[in-house]
């Protein structure tokens, strides 16, 4: 009495919470029995939680750059230019002879002033084909450049449009009554060399970069003055040649426009300050006999020199660019010298003078090391 009797269902029911319950425990065990023998259910098994496994490398982060910025081409985009080119120009060169000191000679020994026949006159003019070579070299950030040039013009069959030097003239009496100067005029070949070299520094600004230049500036006129025939009338008194050569100081400005990313307008404007400048006479006398001619030093002026370009960007490397151009130069009169041939000698002087040259050119570019 008092005594509780299990029946038989309740007896299974707890025998089966046992069975379950050492189930549970040897699962929590690793490497236990129940592991081993594979009594865990599978979904158990799988639910284990398992060592956590090394991740992937991840790929090293690629620095990214900015795209350049879209901006029209400019001349000023470039750490090195080369140039060459072709230009067709057209000379007028022109002596201002003064006959005074003649006339006051002729007043000294004859006692009255000269009648004048003819006019003293010394001209040149004519078509020249040019070569040029040069560069363009960056530095500084781009601000800083040095730009030297060479340029070789070529005339020939110019013409000579001047008169022979006075003679006395004699009326049908056989009086001294003035001062003769026949007209003469023929085709000859002349030969110019402009070389020098510019340093510039550049001002950006979005709407027309600009830079100031100066530098040193060389120029030589090789001045034939034979007859292309072959011919010299020594009786003219004409040299055989003259060489001009002079140095001048530039000071300019180079002004360009973007107008869109592949052409470019500008203007390249200077005045060249002449430093010193010579010129040397070679003469033979009707008997064959050289003439002793020493060089005498050329009046210094000042030269203006005026350039338009269009630059048209063909591809990343090359260019072409068009430039008419104007160029005015001159020398004031010489010092005097005295020529001498033999026993006789005479002075003589080069009178002032003016130039101008005006045309073309045509140049190709080549585009290095661009910065942008």
Known sequence: MGKTIMSPHHTTKTAAIALFSVAALYAQTPGSAA???????????????SAPESEPPKAEAQPVYPEPPTRPFSLFDYGEIISFGVSVDYLYYKEEIDISDEIQSFKDYFGRPPQI???????EYGFLIGLHLGGQFYSLENKLWARPEVTALLGFGNT????????????????????????????KNNFFVHAGCEVGYTFSNPVAPFA?????????????????Q????????????ETYYWLGLPLGVLLTCPVSPKLVLGLDANATFMLTGNMGVTMTSSDGTPINFPNVTLGNRTSLN?????????NEQLSIKFSPYLSWYGFGKSNTETASAGSASETF??????????????????LKKRFY
């Open 117 to 123: 026949q003819g006019a003293p006159k010394s001209t």
């Open 306 to 314: 005026i350039a338009l370009f269009m630059e048209k960007l063909l």
């Open 230 to 241: 072959g011919l010299l009338y020594y009786s003219t008194n004409i040299a055989n040649s």
């Open 212 to 228: 100031l230049y100066s530098g040193l500036d060389f120029k030589l006129w090789y001045r034939n003055l034979i007859d292309n």
């Open 160 to 187: 000579y449009d001047g008169s022979l030097q006075s003679q006395l003239l004699i009326n049908g009496n056989g009086d001294t009554v003035g001062l003769e100067y026949d007209p003469y005029k023929f085709n």
């Open 35 to 49: 592991d081993s023998a594979g009594l865990l259910p599978m979904d158990s098994a799988m639910s284990r939680p």
């Open 349 to 366: 002087y080069e009178p002032p003078s003016s130039s101008y040259l005006f045309g073309a050119t045509l140049i190709w570019e080549v």
